[in-house]
């Protein structure tokens, strides 16, 4: 199993910008496609975004294309998810999560493992 732990939420303005990261360790992290999701207080968890284990391939949801990009260092087993002009739909739990395979997938039962989330709050 891979162990997943977020950092770096937190309470941003709107228009502003927050960096989140994913530190993985216990498996060979360079060969798994990475996701990362967001859950809404009484909303479903939703796909944000992807990075196959290949850096070259990545897919976003629409709702946030050109507002964040979502990137990996494998030699230091992390992957992150720079968010960009943050609005206040953007607020939500962020959860890290990695593939069952190097492929970029993008719902929920496509990856096996998870973070605890971190908080991202984004105020007016």
């Known amino acids: 199993q891979v162990q997943l732990v977020e950092s770096g939420g937190g309470l941003v303005q709107a228009g502003g910008s927050l960096r989140l990261s994913c530190a993985a360790s216990g498996r060979t992290f360079s060969k798994y496609a990475m996701g990362w999701f967001r859950q809404a207080p009484g909303k479903e968890r939703e796909f944000v975004a992807a990075?196959?284990?290949?850096?070259?391939?990545?897919f976003y949801a629409d709702s946030v294309k050109g507002r964040f990009t979502i990137s990996r260092d494998n030699a230091e087993n992390t992957v992150y998810l720079q968010m960009n002009s943050l609005k206040s739909e953007d607020t939500a739990v962020y959860y890290c999560?990695?593939?069952?395979?190097?492929?970029?997938?993008?719902?929920?039962?496509?990856?096996?493992?998870w973070g605890q989330g971190t908080q991202v709050t984004v105020s007016s």
């Open positions: 990075i196959g284990w290949n850096t070259g391939s990545t």
């Open positions: 999560a990695a593939g069952r395979g190097p492929f970029i997938v993008t719902t929920e039962s496509g990856f096996g493992s």
